[in-house]
T-cell receptor, first 116, second 113 residues
Framework: AQTVTQSQPEMSVQEAETVTLSCTYD???????LFWYKQPPSRQMILVIR??????QNATENRFSVNFQKAAKSFSLKISDSQLGDTAMYFC?????????????FGKGTRLHILP | AAGVIQSPRHLIKEKRETATLKCYPI?????VYWYQQGPGQDPQFLIS???????DKGSIPDRFSAQQFSDYHSELNMSSLELGDSALYFC????????????FGSGTRLTVV
């Protein structure tokens, strides 16, 4: 069974700073996908970034980038030039591409506060 | 762009009552997933449907049932409600083996009193 671990329950940084959220996972699969989801106070679940396990290049989406270390089973999220609107709960998530077993498994989340 | 529509947005029920949550996937999406997120918790997978057939099942209580209809919308039926069923219920949809990370609806907040 796959597991996702986020070791930082809560973090606070000043606006405009860079922050890194940690995530490790455990799986015996070789082909899978990793995601970071953002859940602001509105509780909407928003996809921030995704990474295919077979791609060595780290994914980047504007101010968001990941450090994917497949051998170490590590998948951290870096937010550059943080903004007040980045305040949210961030979930690291795993998915195995399979017609009948493609549920997303979430970590416990990291609550991120961006301070003015 | 069309999103995943869930109704109602909020629902208040008494213990032992029944609730029905509805989910309308993005047009052409053939797979629907249901998740339950308790207060301060991560979302937990309940059940999924692919082409109107149940495809995977998670930690869904026997008191809950769900189905996907011919128009691909899905309903989650919850009976004999308990206080612990109070949670945010998300529906998500995808197209086949969509690996971009499926799209979540805004959720239905169920409060059992």
């Amino acid at each position: 069974a796959q597991t996702v671990t986020q070791s930082q329950p809560e973090m606070s940084v000043q606006e405009a700073e860079t922050v890194t959220l940690s995530c490790t996972y455990d799986t015996s699969e070789s082909n899978y996908y990793l995601f970071w989801y953002k859940q602001p106070p509105s509780r909407q679940m928003i996809l921030v970034i995704r990474q295919e396990a077979y791609k060595q290049q780290n994914a980047t989406e504007n101010r968001f980038s990941v450090n994917f270390q497949k051998a170490a089973k590590s998948f951290s999220l870096k937010i550059s030039d943080s903004q007040l609107g980045d305040t949210a709960m961030y979930f690291c998530a795993f998915m195995k591409p399979s017609v009948r077993d493609d549920k997303i498994i979430f970590g416990k989340g990291t609550r991120l506060h961006i301070l003015p | 762009a069309a999103g995943v529509i869930q109704s109602p947005r909020h629902l208040i029920k008494e213990k032992r009552e029944t609730a029905t949550l509805k989910c309308y996937p993005i047009p052409r999406h053939d797979t629907v997933y249901w998740y339950q997120q308790g207060p301060g918790q991560d979302p937990q997978f309940l059940i999924s449907f692919y082409e109107k057939m149940q495809s995977d099942k998670g930690s869904i209580p026997d008191r809950f049932s769900a189905q996907q209809f011919s128009d691909y919308h899905s309903e989650l039926n919850m009976s004999s409600l308990e206080l612990g069923d109070s949670a945010l219920y998300f529906c998500a949809s995808s197209l086949g083996l969509e690996t971009r990370g499926y799209t979540f609806g805004s959720g239905t907040r169920l409060t059992v009193v």
